[in-house]
């Protein structure tokens, strides 16, 4: 089975930083570079714009979008030209978000709004004008993106640790992504949930890398707090240790962590950005060769 991995980035940097950090990994064999659409922090777009003109090879999307502050239509407008703009290599991430709730935003009926969300999506790439009438989401008939895209569809990721959601994935997604974990327990848990092997289980945690262990295990802490108080009761396996929910120590125990994620059956690990991507690539990634 292929092993990838990828490259998440917080969209808190400045501009350039992006095109940077996404140059080393395309350059270095990473498969993805992906950035978070978290709410209070930059959206995705700008981001993966600048990692696309930096980049020639490595897949590239959000992880992830979600249809409640995002409608449909412009989902579909972003991820029809940021695959034009990277010659195919785009990706979609869809999920229910999370700390909507200060908004005020209806975020009931996750699963129909994100399948709804995909459906008009994917009925825009593919040029499809017969209209969408759902439960949440509609088109009208007769429309259409009135530009030119590069592919009639692009591959779906799911970003969720919800049963029914991972088994609306295992009929619709290339991968789903369990997002703040790290636990190799996980992937079998999510593997039942999906029911598809064909789908790819991706497990993306913030990463702290550095010679001092104690001090990455210490700064990862600090790190994953916002994470682990969403994902934290989400994990059925009951794991409590900052093992499961961030990589972090030194290069050889993070690639021990990330290993042992690929060994339980995982398509990819996502590195959430690394505080030293320097390290990484030249400590890291060798030893998961």
């Given at each position: 089975?292929?092993?990838?991995?990828g490259?998440?980035?917080?969209?808190d940097?400045?501009?350039?930083?992006?095109?940077?950090?996404?140059?080393?990994?395309d350059?270095a064999?990473?498969?993805?570079?992906?950035?978070?659409?978290?709410?209070?922090?930059?959206?995705?777009?700008?981001?993966l714009?600048?990692?696309?003109n930096?980049?020639?090879?490595?897949?590239?999307?959000?992880t992830?979008?979600?249809?409640f502050?995002?409608?449909?239509?412009?989902?579909?407008?972003?991820?029809?030209a940021?695959?034009?703009?990277?010659n195919?290599?785009?990706?979609?991430?869809?999920?229910?978000g999370?700390?909507?709730?200060?908004l005020?935003?209806?975020?009931?009926?996750?699963l129909t709004?994100?399948?709804?969300a995909?459906?008009?999506?994917r009925?825009l790439?593919a040029?499809?004008?017969?209209?969408?009438e759902g439960a949440r989401?509609?088109?009208?008939?007769?429309?259409?993106?009135?530009?030119e895209?590069?592919?009639?569809?692009?591959p779906?990721l799911?970003?969720t640790w919800?049963?029914?959601?991972a088994?609306f994935?295992?009929?619709?997604a290339a991968?789903?992504?369990?997002?703040?974990?790290?636990?190799p327990g996980?992937?079998?848990?999510?593997?039942?949930?999906?029911?598809?092997?064909?789908?790819?289980i991706?497990?993306g945690?913030i990463t702290?890398v550095?010679r001092?262990?104690?001090?990455?295990r210490?700064?990862?802490?600090?790190?994953?707090?916002m994470?682990v108080?969403?994902v934290?009761?989400l994990?059925p396996?009951?794991?409590?240790?900052?093992?499961?929910?961030a990589?972090?120590?030194?290069?050889?125990?993070?690639?021990d962590q990330?290993?042992a994620?690929h060994?339980?059956g995982?398509?990819r690990v996502d590195?959430?950005?690394?505080n030293d991507?320097?390290l990484?690539?030249?400590?890291v990634?060798p030893?998961?060769?």
């Amino acid at each position: 089975m292929k092993r990838e991995v990828g490259l998440a980035l917080q969209t808190d940097k400045a501009p350039g930083a992006y095109a940077a950090a996404a140059r080393v990994a395309d350059d270095a064999g990473f498969d993805v570079v992906t950035v978070f659409n978290d709410l209070w922090y930059q959206p995705a777009l700008p981001a993966l714009i600048e990692i696309a003109n930096a980049t020639s090879r490595v897949r590239i999307g959000p992880t992830c979008l979600n249809p409640f502050t995002l409608h449909p239509v412009e989902i579909a407008g972003q991820i029809a030209a940021l695959d034009r703009l990277s010659n195919g290599r785009a990706f979609l991430g869809l999920a229910a978000g999370a700390w909507l709730d200060s908004l005020g935003v209806d975020t009931s009926r996750p699963l129909t709004a994100v399948r709804e969300a995909w459906e008009i999506v994917r009925r825009l790439l593919a040029g499809d004008e017969e209209g969408f009438e759902g439960a949440r989401f509609s088109l009208p008939p007769g429309e259409r993106l009135r530009y030119e895209i590069e592919r009639p569809e692009v591959p779906l990721l799911v970003g969720t640790w919800s049963p029914r959601l991972a088994a609306f994935a295992g009929t619709a997604a290339a991968e789903v992504k369990i997002g703040g974990s790290a636990n190799p327990g996980m992937v079998a848990v999510m593997r039942e949930r999906i029911g598809n092997p064909d789908v790819g289980i991706v497990l993306g945690a913030i990463t702290v890398v550095d010679r001092d262990g104690d001090r990455a295990r210490e700064i990862a802490r600090r790190e994953v707090a916002m994470y682990v108080d969403v994902v934290g009761a989400l994990d059925p396996t009951g794991a409590t240790d900052l093992e499961s929910f961030a990589f972090a120590g030194t290069p050889e125990e993070v690639a021990d962590q990330a290993r042992a994620v690929h060994d339980a059956g995982a398509l990819r690990v996502d590195f959430g950005n690394p505080n030293d991507i320097g390290l990484l690539v030249s400590d890291v990634l060798p030893r998961l060769a």
